[in-house]
């Protein structure tokens, strides 16, 4: 293992050796349990709950329909196990087999890009506009109109409105979203709304 340190760890592990080992014998464990000497953990990057969740791959839509269907027919076997089964399969398929799953794959990458293009701007627009007001915490209005949302998130709320006893997973709102061949009925929903959000708005900002 290879240990880097900087000028100022170096000088406070001099400071340390020093101090610890003044007139004493030592050994190289000894060295290395002082606390300059440690290699430095990594901090753990803490992941924003409001970024777009990462596209997922033609392999794991796959798992996702197979898994139950799976589950069902061996239903001893564990979870490991049920992988390996799906892994066989999915090496079987024929790529006619895998083209209705790689088609989700390269939906759902769209779906992340747009999102992920959103998403990055609206933090650009929340840096520049946090620099203006010098950090000071913004109060959100209870009076200001609600945001608008986009046809997907219009699709989830209609789909879950339908059927209050079925509880739909995020993954399984993706695929039903990704098989939807006409999406327009959540697009003119979408429009409407963001129409909605613009003329609240704009009476808001007159008012104050």
Not at 3 to 32: C, H, L, P, R, W
Not at 67 to 85: F, Q
Request: hydrophobic share 25%.
């Amino acid at each position: 293992m290879t240990y880097t340190m900087n000028q100022k760890q170096i000088d406070a592990f001099y400071s340390n050796m020093v101090e610890a080992f003044s007139g004493k014998e030592f050994t190289i464990d000894d060295i290395k349990g002082i606390s300059s000497f440690k290699k430095q953990k990594k901090q753990k990057k803490v992941k924003d709950p409001n970024a777009p969740k990462r596209s997922c791959s033609s392999w794991i839509f796959f798992t996702m329909e197979m898994r139950p269907k799976v589950k069902e027919e061996n239903p001893d076997k564990k979870t490991t196990e049920l992988t390996t089964i799906m892994s066989e399969m999915w090496r079987d398929y024929s790529d006619e087999q895998k083209k209705p799953y790689k088609l989700l794959e390269q939906n759902d990458k769209e779906r992340f890009s747009k999102a992920k293009e959103a998403y990055e701007s609206d933090q650009s627009d929340s840096d520049s506009e946090e620099k203006k007001e010098k950090k000071v915490k913004k109060v959100k209005d209870p009076d200001a109109p609600k945001k608008n949302m986009n046809n997907y998130m219009h699709f989830c709320k209609l789909t879950r409105s339908k059927d209050e006893d079925v509880k739909y997973t995020a993954a399984a709102l993706k695929v039903m979203w990704c098989d939807l061949d006409d999406k327009s009925e959540f697009t003119d929903i979408a429009a409407k709304d963001k129409d909605r959000y613009i003329k609240e708005k704009g009476e808001y900002d007159s008012k104050n």
